[in-house]
């Protein structure tokens, strides 16, 4: 079979007004980025806000192995799947960030015959959003060191600041630098750093916010460090909330695109559910959710991340009730759960599948607690075996839920029709009790040990002195209804990415806490996980290049 990318330069794409048309959307609402992206006009999604919500269906997964999952994959076929069984359905996708396009993940439009479609476009600068969060971050980031060499009349303590600048490539080299160094013209020394950009909280308010105006507010409450008495400095107090909510301005708006099989999808904001909350724009599923039946979106990593997230803080900010999820699955995962080696997956062994499964029924009764109906997709690969496939189906038969086998990689839509179908009945079915894992008066700490005893199965939870410390403060300051972002391996239940499988009594170690007062929630940093990621000792970005026809090969 052709590579994913042989694939999607082979396919006819549609005028983007005949892929808008689908959902209702005039032409005239659309801002064209070429002729096969665009962006829809704030000003369209403004007369939308009174129409009635579609379905949501979340699109989850296992924990991540180098096996692979395929879940931004199974999103796109579960799309075109109810798209062929007659149902109007749009899919929220996240943007992919550079940083693993370049790096060890590769891109993220799905792949084979399920993509989001043009995958290179989509993958590198697509309609620059990420660039707009990074330039916003970073003005930020000046207007702080200015104020700072010009006076510091607000008298911020630069041994407190907070706020780090932020770059959409991975450099360990720049997790901890020092600034300002060369003489009193350059500023004032002191230790700072860089994140990924999409740990920005830029980013996180971009996908959070519900117009230009909440925008703002959120941009302004960043809090960006702290003044010698100890209170609290925003933004807005910088006076930078207005520069940034202009430089953001067009990338707030959700962008449209197709799949290979012509279904519209929006694809905004959010990945990295690791060390951000990983989830699509707020604003592109609130828009989907006005304009079709049912919407399909994802959330970044393993469901003990992505999914607790998409629960505890999206839905939780924007009022948002799913109707069902799917939990995306692999025998080859499962395997390497189960024991196995990444090079002997092709062999049969159907023991380490059953015990792989431990991870599988973890994660069920993860998003059980949640009150969604849920069905396993197994994501199809052409090494598994028949009595693997049954293990599979057997196990989750024992818990209850359906275990359907998806091979939307080789088949696009037609592989997903009987997936789709279970989908469509669970979300009709209005079986849907959602609610989220944890209350808003729980304290921050309290939330944090409930994710991690009841979603994580940690035995103990400990928080480094400074971090309780910092909690304690915000506390007491009124930040103590924020719901939690943790940021913690994707590869494990616990904060040791070794530890696969279901493990259960561990320590879960929490070094440090972020305000992100902006986006609504308090971050707590777990493990060795790092916020600025580094490249593998073969990058991707070694194989990537144009060929003599001028177009890119090795992106995937």
């Known amino acids: ?32 980025y070429g002729k096969t992206k665009a962006k829809l006009s704030g000003d369209y999604i403004a007369t939308l806000k009174d129409r009635p919500r579609g379905k949501l269906i979340l699109v989850t997964a296992i924990s991540p192995t180098p096996a692979g999952e395929g879940k931004t994959t199974t999103t796109v076929g579960l799309g075109d799947g109810l798209a062929r069984i007659g149902r109007k359905v749009a899919i929220c996708l996240r943007e992919p960030s550079l940083g693993p396009c370049f790096g060890m993940k590769g891109g993220a439009a799905g792949g084979g015959r399920a993509q989001a479609v043009p995958m290179d476009d989509i993958n590198l600068h697509f309609t620059g959003d990420f660039h707009a969060i990074t330039a916003a971050h970073n003005l930020l980031a000046a207007m702080l060191d200015n104020h700072i060499h010009w006076g510091n009349e607000l008298h911020i303590d630069t041994r407190r600041i907070a706020l780090r600048r932020v770059l959409d490539v991975n450099d360990r080299s720049l997790r901890e630098v020092v600034t300002g160094l060369g003489g009193p013209a350059n500023g004032t020394p002191r230790e700072a750093g860089f994140d990924i950009t999409v740990a920005s909280e830029v980013m996180a308010i971009l996908c959070l916010a519900s117009d230009l105006e909440d925008l703002q507010r959120r941009l302004g409450n960043i809090v960006v460090g702290e003044r010698v008495d100890r209170s609290l400095v925003t933004a807005r107090e910088l006076g930078a909330d207005g520069a940034m909510t202009v430089l953001l301005k067009d990338a707030f708006q959700p962008n449209l695109v197709q799949t290979l099989e012509h279904t519209p999808a929006f694809i905004h904001g959010g990945p990295f559910a690791n060390i951000a909350h990983g989830c699509n724009s707020l604003v592109a599923t609130d828009t989907a959710l006005r304009l079709a039946d049912y919407v399909v979106t994802e959330a970044g990593f393993g469901a003990d991340l992505g999914a607790e997230k998409f629960f505890d803080i999206k839905c939780r900010k924007g009022g948002l009730s799913p109707s069902a999820a799917v939990l995306v699955a692999t025998v080859r995962a499962l395997k390497m759960n189960g024991g196995v080696q990444k090079g002997d997956l092709g062999a049969e062994n159907v023991a380490a599948v059953e015990r792989g499964c431990a991870n599988l029924g973890q994660h069920i009764d993860n998003l059980k607690q949640f009150g969604v109906p849920l069905v396993v997709a197994l994501n199809h690969f052409t090494a598994d075996t028949e009595a693997e496939l049954a293990a599979v189906k057997a196990f989750c038969a024992e818990r209850g839920v359906e275990a359907v086998l998806a091979t939307h990689w080789a088949d696009g839509g037609a592989g997903t029709e009987a997936l789709a179908r279970s989908v469509a009945a669970l979300a009709d079915s209005d079986e849907a009790d959602f609610a989220p894992l944890y209350g808003d008066e729980l304290s921050l700490v309290e939330k944090i040990e409930t994710v991690a ?33 943790m940021a913690k391996t994707q590869y494990s239940f616990s904060s040791d990415p070794d530890q696969l499988g279901a493990p259960e009594g561990h320590v879960l170690k929490v070094r440090e806490v ?26 991707a970005a070694l194989d990537i290049r144009l060929n003599e026809d001028g177009e890119i090969e090795g992106l995937f």
């Open 453 to 485: 005893r009841r979603i994580y199965r940690a035995g103990e939870v400990d928080i480094d002195k400074a971090a309780r410390v910092q909690l304690e403060r915000w506390q007491e300051a009124g930040h103590g209804r924020l719901p939690v972002c």
């Open 1 to 32: 079979m052709a590579s994913d990318i042989e694939i999607a330069r082979a396919a006819t794409l549609k005028p983007m007004p005949e892929i808008a048309a689908a959902l209702d959307i005039p032409a005239d609402a659309l801002e064209p």
């Open 514 to 539: 972020r305000l992100s007062a902006g986006a609504g929630f308090v971050v707590a940093i777990c493990g060795s996980i790092m916020t600025m990621p580094g490249l593998p000792r073969h990058p």
